[in-house]
């Protein structure tokens, strides 16, 4: 039997240099699973695994897509099974890691099959979007899938649009398409999660934002400002960045919001990770008790 170890952890947990060193002690390359890290225009802003990272240990998925490319978690679930196939003649073992939840579950539950959304709807409700605003988009799926307007985030244009889109393509409620079927995988998978006291974790994400503006976020933003209305740039970072360039906000204020931002997002991760049973938690400073647990679950 094959084995897939999934690492998962808040951003800002440590879960980089852990991997490496998990992946270096068998041998095996890692698989990314952080859904702004495959985008190559965005190393600092995404804290994407250094040149000397990349160098020490095989990844996938790193760097691997450009900004202006449509790309999905169900995408991401059929080019990682692909890859799997490929890898699991060589290993026995193989990393997956990131703190992306959806593309996660894609990979270890399944997504359901829903539609690929074709150019045209996608540019048509992009367009919608920045003619007419979220409320009005809001209002449409509250008629069109009121059951879905019910649960999803009503604050994420993303998961708004994206919904609208089925609905306007298939003329079916997007909750029609949602199973939630889990699906069988032909692999083991064992799910460490690495954890850290929340006060340590927000200072943590507190100091990373600040390194990342020494790397030079600023300048990363700057040069990407032109297509700030991309999908792939609606990410904690580059929006509060963005605001700065306008001159909507002061540089202390855009800094000070995107460390506010990414502790609100890791608090969403954490959330989301307590909802899985079949993960088992240790500190990242534990390597030799995560092996040790890593071992005796392989099979």
């Known amino acids: 039997m094959k084995n897939l170890v999934v690492i998962v952890g808040p951003t800002g947990v440590g879960k980089t240099e852990l991997c490496l060193q998990i992946a270096e002690h068998y041998d095996t390359p890692i698989i990314n699973a952080d859904s702004r890290q495959i985008f190559a225009e965005l190393p600092i802003g995404t804290a994407a695994p250094t040149p000397e990272q990349l160098q020490r240990v095989k990844h996938y998925f790193v760097g691997s897509h450009h900004i202006n490319d449509y790309y999905s978690a169900a995408m991401y679930e059929s080019d990682v099974l692909s890859l799997l196939e490929k890898l699991f003649f060589i290993h026995d073992v193989v990393l997956l890691s990131g703190g992306s939840m959806m ?167 954490l959330t989301w990770f307590k909802k899985d049973e079949t993960i088992q938690w240790f500190s990242p400073n534990n390597i030799e008790d995560i092996l040790n647990c890593i071992d005796k679950n392989i099979l």
Request: hydrophobic share 30%.
């Open 103 to 269: 593309y996660i579950d894609a990979v270890c539950k399944g997504i359901d099959d829903i539609p690929t959304v074709d150019k045209a709807t996608r540019e048509l409700y992009k367009q919608r979007l920045n003619t007419e605003g979220l409320p009005i988009l809001l209002e449409d799926l509250k008629r069109l899938d009121p059951e879905h307007y019910n649960i999803v985030d009503k604050q994420n244009p993303r998961r708004v649009v994206h919904a609208l889109e089925i609905c306007y393509m298939t003329g079916k409620t997007y909750t029609s398409f949602r199973t939630n079927t889990i699906k069988k995988r032909p692999f083991n998978i064992i799910k460490i999660g690495l954890s850290r006291p929340r006060e340590e974790l927000y200072e943590r994400i507190n100091q990373r934002v600040l390194h990342m503006m020494e790397l030079g976020l600023e300048a990363e933003a700057r040069q990407l400002y032109p297509m700030k209305g991309l999908n792939s740039l609606n990410t904690v970072g580059y929006k509060e960045m963005f605001k700065y360039i306008e001159g909507a906000i002061p540089r202390e204020e855009a800094i000070r919001q995107i460390q506010s931002n990414t502790r609100q997002y890791m608090r969403k991760q």
